[in-house]
T-cell receptor, first 114, second 108 residues
Framework: GAGVSQSPSNKVTEKGKDVELRCDPI?????LYWYRQSLGQGLEFLIY????????KSGLPSDRFSAERTGGSVSTLTIQRTQQEDSAVYLC????????????FGDGTRLSIL | QQPVQSPQAVILREGEDAVINCSSS?????VHWYRQKHGEAPVFLMI?????EQKGHEKISASFNEKKQQSSLYLTASQLSYSGTYFC?????????FGPGTRLSVLP
C-alpha cells in the first residue's frame, strides 16, 4: 500500500516568506507526527496529532510554526516569516495509534532558506 | 525528556558485533529502534514494551530492562548494509522522544 507522502520534496525560499509543507499519512493511521532534522543532527519533535484529540504542540520552536490536520488525515505544517535557522529536513510520520506502534516516515521536505 | 544513547559513534569491520545502549531517567513504557541511512528517512526496526522482553530481527536483536529503564540493540556479524544512524525512541505514555542517535559505520 501507499506510504507516507510529503510534498514538496524540496523547497527553496527567501528569508521572511511563509511556507507550507504537506503530509499525507498512511490511510487509517490515527497518529501523525512532525519532526525537524538539521544536517547531521537528530530528530527534533515538533507536534503530533492523535485522532480528534487536541494536538501536542509542545515541540514547536516558536509561534511562527503552526500545524493543522484536516479531517483526521492530511496535515499541513506552516512556517511564517521564515528564518535561515529554519533550514532543515522536515519529516512526517504516521502510526496506527500512539507510541506502541511503529512510526512510518515520509521522505521529508528539504527546506532551504536563502 | 530525551533518552541517552551510547556510544555516540562506532566503527566496525564487517562481521564484527556491536551494542548500542539507550537509557532514560524517566520510567519507560516502550522503546522503539530505527535506522536511518544517509539521505534517507528513518526506518523502523522493532518495538519493545515494558516487561523485559527481547526481540530479534535477522541478526539484529534488542532487549528492554524495565528496572534499569534501559534498552540495548545488538548487531551481530555486522554487514555493510548496517551502516547508518540508529535512533532509539522512548515512549512515556502519551509522549514520545527520540534519542540523539548512534552513528554506526561498517567497513569492509
Amino acid at each position: 500500500g501507499a506510504g507516507v507522502s510529503q510534498s514538496p520534496s524540496n523547497k527553496v525560499t527567501e528569508k521572511g516568506k511563509d511556507v507550507e509543507l504537506r503530509c499525507d499519512p498512511i490511510s487509517g493511521h490515527t497518529a501523525l507526527y512532525w519532526y525537524r532534522q538539521s544536517l547531521g543532527q537528530g530528530l527534533e519533535f515538533l507536534i503530533y496529532f492523535q485522532g480528534n484529540s487536541a494536538p501536542d504542540k509542545s515541540g514547536l520552536p516558536s509561534d511562527r510554526f503552526s500545524a493543522e490536520r484536516t479531517g483526521g488525515s492530511v496535515s499541513t505544517l506552516t512556517i511564517q516569516r521564515t528564518q535561515q535557522e529554519d533550514s532543515a529536513v522536515y519529516l512526517c510520520a504516521s502510526s496506527p495509534t500512539l507510541n506502541n506502534q511503529p512510526q512510518h516516515f515520509g521522505d521529508g521536505t528539504r527546506l532551504s532558506i536563502l | 525528556q530525551q533518552p541517552v544513547q551510547s556510544p555516540q559513534a562506532v566503527i566496525l569491520r564487517e562481521g564484527e558485533d556491536a551494542v548500542i545502549n539507550c537509557s532514560s531517567s524517566k520510567a519507560l513504557y516502550s522503546v522503539h529502534w530505527y535506522r536511518q541511512k544517509h539521505g534517507e528517512a528513518p526506518v523502523f526496526l522493532m518495538i519493545l514494551l515494558k516487561g523485559g522482553e527481547q526481540k530479534g530481527h535477522e541478526k539484529i536483536s534488542a532487549s528492554f530492562n524495565e528496572k534499569k529503564q534501559q534498552s540495548s540493540l545488538y548487531l551481530t556479524a555486522s554487514q555493510l548494509s548496517y551502516s547508518g544512524t540508529y535512533f532509539c525512541g522512548a515512549g512515556y505514555g502519551q509522549n514520545f522522544v527520540f534519542g540523539p542517535g548512534t552513528r554506526l559505520s561498517v567497513l569492509p
